[in-house]
């Protein structure tokens, strides 16, 4: 009877062991940040917390969209950072998961790191998404840090329907194509969804002309520039207005968001 019971309870102790055994190698994994950075603003405590620069200081592991653009920010909220001492891996729209091997194994050893993107929050228009994917893949944990959305102040800004919107990222270079995907947007936000998209500081003023050459005056159009910044604007018009009063918006920081 006695050795019948050992049995019994090694059979329930072994999975046991397992699951704590288990439980220790993903405890032994680093965990990946989503960092988020200022949308231009050089009072970084205006817009990212404290304990957003605490967690992003202590990180000596970053895959980066601009590794120059890090470096600086890095320096901006800790004058005392040891720049020298981090390892960036640059990322792009069409980096692979091979390109991070190395910077996967290093998380993988217990080592935390963070994204960055070159403005506003990481994994949004910008090819942060493929770290984390691939995290997710390798079972490491993704922690988001809080920090400022220029899509998400301006869509809260603007008026528009916040309960159903739509976010598009950059439309078509060529302006046959972004005229066409103009209208399809337009099109969409007919059922009353808000439209988003964004450009190029130095594309921003063609886009305004095709989206005012395009839509219907009805439309309702939100500019939404310069978010977070001294020179802040953001206005929603309809079409009919925005043609009245045309705004230059060649090097600025600018969320358009439609509804129609």
């Avoid at 603003?41 to 620069?53: G, Q």
């Avoid at 916040?162 to 059922?191: D, W």
């Avoid at 190029?200 to 395009?214: A, E, G, H």
């Amino acid at each position: 009877m006695e050795k019948n019971n050992i049995k019994v309870h090694f059979s329930y102790a072994l999975p046991f062991c397992i699951s704590l055994l288990y439980f220790k190698v993903l405890q032994m994994k680093g965990s990946i940040y989503m960092v988020p950075v200022t949308l231009g603003n050089p009072d970084h405590s205006l817009t990212v917390p404290a304990f957003v620069r605490e967690i992003t200081s202590s990180l000596r592991l970053f895959a980066v969209e601009d590794v120059r653009t890090a470096r600086r920010y890095l320096r901006g909220i800790d004058g005392d950072f040891p720049i020298d001492d981090v390892l960036f891996f640059p990322i792009g729209k069409h980096s692979e998961s091979a390109d991070l091997a190395d910077f996967f194994s290093r998380v993988s050893e217990g080592m935390n790191a963070g994204v960055m993107s070159e403005a506003g929050m990481p994994g949004l228009a910008d090819p942060g998404n493929i770290v984390v994917a691939e995290a997710h893949r390798r079972d490491i944990r993704v922690i988001p840090l809080t920090g400022a959305s220029s899509i998400m102040l301006g869509l809260v800004a603007s008026g528009l329907n916040g309960q159903s919107f739509s976010f598009n990222g950059y439309l078509p270079v060529e302006t046959a194509g972004r005229q066409k995907a103009i209208r399809e947007l337009e099109k969409k936000s007919a059922a009353g969804q808000t439209q988003i998209f964004m450009e190029t500081p130095f594309r921003n003023d063609k886009m305004l002309n095709d989206i005012l050459s395009v839509c219907k005056p009805s439309t309702r159009l939100c500019i939404a520039s310069d978010i977070t910044l001294d020179t802040e604007d953001i206005r929603t018009m309809p079409v009919s207005l925005w043609l009245r009063d045309k705004p230059r918006l060649d090097k600025r920081l600018v969320v358009f968001l439609l509804l129609a």
